[in-house]
């Protein structure tokens, strides 16, 4: 899509990402001393799949969180949709590629950065929406003094799962296999419905390459072999657990079968009376980000990134064992029972003293 002119309010600038259903762009607006914004487009007609209404859905349910980028406008011109935003850093994936082999963060970074998106995930989840397409790419860092935040983004294949209630929508008998083919859940893989779990699913192997570097299926073309990216995610259940997890903290094993063995839906319970810290690392570690270096962000082009940033405690994650509240939905009402699996809390699942 080749946007030159202005639209309304917004002089566009250039064209900083392409993808198959929109284009991005940097805009100023004219309007208020030439700040910067992203400006979503997608065409009007010949759109196989818009998502720019699902954008805009998504960043106006969970606005004023922190980590999400900031809803500014929505319009269309005869040809296009466009959606601007908060204009925001370079993303995880492209962040973690920029490092030498094997590409990936240090243990400290990728906890800190993981307590984040998790917590971006919490907030999605509660607002009532899926991600459907957890990964690093659509996760990127903030700007200037924002650059130690983690903010998400892209929710072109975001669906709702809840309403405003709390009424859970009956899952449907079968599904599209939506997401990145080397993220998404087994279930997706299975063409059945995606929940709540399936976005910790895809978020557990994103955490995997962001402490290990390319998963064992990075390779594989999903849109012609996805069966068996989804055996290899089969295989890493089993016998070949041991040599996935290693290289990884250990706690990461446990988190593996808590996100396998919890329910479709729940709710996290943080305070109740029978919980109790599975395991916790008393370690108190304090980090600044690399690309908060100047060097770094002056090779990537990115003068706008902060030179500094304020160091910030990481407790690292803790996991809670504990009775959880599973919701299911029969003939349009809720129910609620106890869950018989250790299921994951996200609240004491990753925890830190920040806001973040």
């Known amino acids: 899509m080749v946007i030159t002119h202005k639209v309304g309010r917004w002089k566009v600038l250039r064209n900083i990402a392409s993808g198959p259903f929109s284009d991005v762009f940097i805009v100023a607006d004219e309007e208020n001393n030439k700040a910067k914004y992203a400006m979503k487009c997608e065409k009007l007609e010949g759109n196989q799949r818009p998502v720019l209404k699902l954008d805009v859905m998504v960043l106006m349910a969970v606005k004023g969180s922190v980590g999400f980028p900031l809803f500014i406008a929505a319009g269309r011109t005869n040809t296009y949709r466009y959606c601007v935003m908060q204009l925001v850093g370079p993303d995880l994936g492209k962040l973690r590629r920029s490092l030498l082999i094997p590409f990936r963060f240090s243990v400290p970074t990728a906890l800190r950065v993981l307590q984040q998106t998790l917590r971006r995930l919490e907030v999605l989840h509660d607002a009532g929406w899926l991600c459907r397409d957890v990964k690093a790419p659509n996760f990127a860092i903030g700007l200037g003094n924002e650059s130690g935040v983690i903010y998400m983004l892209d929710f072109g294949f975001a669906r709702k799962y809840k309403e405003a209630n709390g009424e859970i929508i009956p899952p449907r008998e079968a599904a599209a296999l939506l997401g990145t083919f080397q993220y998404t859940s087994l279930a997706s893989h299975g063409h059945r419905d995606q929940a709540p779990k399936d976005d910790l699913e895809s978020w557990f192997y994103m955490a995997a390459e962001l402490l290990k570097g390319?998963?064992?299926?990075?390779?594989?073309?999903?849109?012609?072999?996805?069966?068996?990216?989804?055996?290899?995610?089969?295989?890493?259940?089993?016998?070949?657990?041991?040599?996935?997890?290693?290289?990884?903290?250990?706690?990461?094993?446990?988190?593996?079968?808590?996100?396998?063995?919890?329910?479709?839906?729940?709710?996290?319970?943080?305070?109740?009376?029978?919980?109790?810290?599975?395991?916790?690392?008393?370690?108190?570690?304090?980090?600044?980000?690399?690309?908060?270096?100047?060097?770094?962000?002056?090779?990537?082009?990115?003068?706008?990134?902060?030179?500094?940033?304020?160091?910030?405690?990481l407790l690292s994650y803790i996991i809670h064992f504990s009775s959880q509240v599973t919701m299911r939905s029969r003939n349009g009402f809720v129910s609620f029972r106890r869950s018989s699996a250790d299921e994951i809390s996200y609240r004491r699942f990753l925890c830190s003293s920040d806001s973040s």
């Open 214 to 313: 390319p998963l064992p299926w990075s390779k594989i073309d999903g849109h012609k072999e996805h069966h068996i990216i989804a055996a290899k995610k089969m295989y890493i259940r089993a016998e070949g657990r041991a040599d996935f997890i290693e290289g990884m903290p250990p706690e990461f094993n446990i988190i593996l079968s808590m996100i396998d063995d919890m329910g479709l839906y729940f709710s996290a319970v943080m305070d109740s009376p029978g919980g109790r810290k599975l395991c916790e690392h008393h370690h108190t570690v304090t980090i600044t980000f690399f690309w908060c270096n100047a060097g770094f962000a002056k090779t990537l082009g990115l003068s706008s990134l902060s030179t500094h940033c304020a160091d910030r405690r």
